[in-house]
């Protein structure tokens, strides 16, 4: 089992940073592939971001495709958001996320272990 703490959100005007970060607990962490989603007021849940479990690979909504990066430290049981050029529509409660399966092609549904999310407001 693995559980979940993210941290990081805050106020930022647009063309900001910030860098949100995922505390996991439980041993088998490392084996599992990690994500970010974000929930905007009145949207439903999206994918923003997904990494292996060796951080070899990654993938991004296009959403944020060269703006945002995931990255992962196993040896800290530690997954990060590294948010740049902050637009006021990434305004959202951001998740980190990981799948069942702990695989990095599992479906978006198959993400069953979630943190409480922390909140990101990008004014304009």
């Known amino acids: 089992q693995v559980q979940l703490v993210e941290s990081g959100g805050g106020l930022v005007q647009a063309g900001g940073s910030l860098r949100l970060s995922c505390a996991a607990s439980?041993?088998?962490?490392?084996?599992?592939?990690m994500g970010w989603f974000r929930q905007a007021p009145g949207k439903e849940r999206e994918f923003v971001a997904a990494?292996?479990?060796?951080?070899?690979?990654?993938g991004y909504a296009d959403s944020v495709k060269g703006r945002f990066t995931i990255s992962r430290d196993n040896a800290k049981n530690m997954v990060y958001l590294q948010m740049n050029s902050l637009k006021p529509e990434d305004t959202a409660v951001y998740y980190c996320?990981?799948?069942?399966?702990?695989?990095?092609?599992?479906?978006?549904?198959?993400?069953?272990?979630w943190g409480q999310g922390t909140q990101v407001t990008v004014s304009s």
């Open positions: 990494i292996s479990w060796s951080g070899g690979r990654t």
């Open positions: 439980g041993r088998t962490f490392s084996r599992y592939a």
């Open positions: 996320a990981a799948p069942s399966s702990g695989s990095f092609y599992a479906a978006r549904d198959e993400y069953d272990r």
